[in-house]
């Protein structure tokens, strides 16, 4: 489930970084050429980071 979109991979990875040090595991997703072409992630909805449908809620009150 997507906890969060973000405009860029490193606010991403910055809030995977906080889901997993509060025990939520999470994964970066972005449409971005493996970070080459950073502007076709944000085209395609933005890098989004994913967790466990679980986590889903906890995730998301984490990161508001």
């Known amino acids: 489930m997507v906890a969060r979109a973000y405009s860029n991979r490193v606010e991403a990875e910055l809030a995977r970084s906080a ?3 509060h025990g939520i ?3 970066v997703e972005a ?3 493996g970070g ?3 502007l076709f992630g944000v085209v395609n909805g933005g ?3 994913l967790v466990r ?3 889903e809620s906890k995730a998301k009150k984490l990161l508001e």
């Open 53 to 55: 449908r679980s986590d």
């Open 31 to 33: 449409d971005d050429c």
């Open 47 to 49: 890098v989004k980071v």
């Open 36 to 38: 080459q072409r950073p």
């Open 19 to 21: 889901l997993e040090a």
């Open 25 to 27: 595991e999470a994964i």
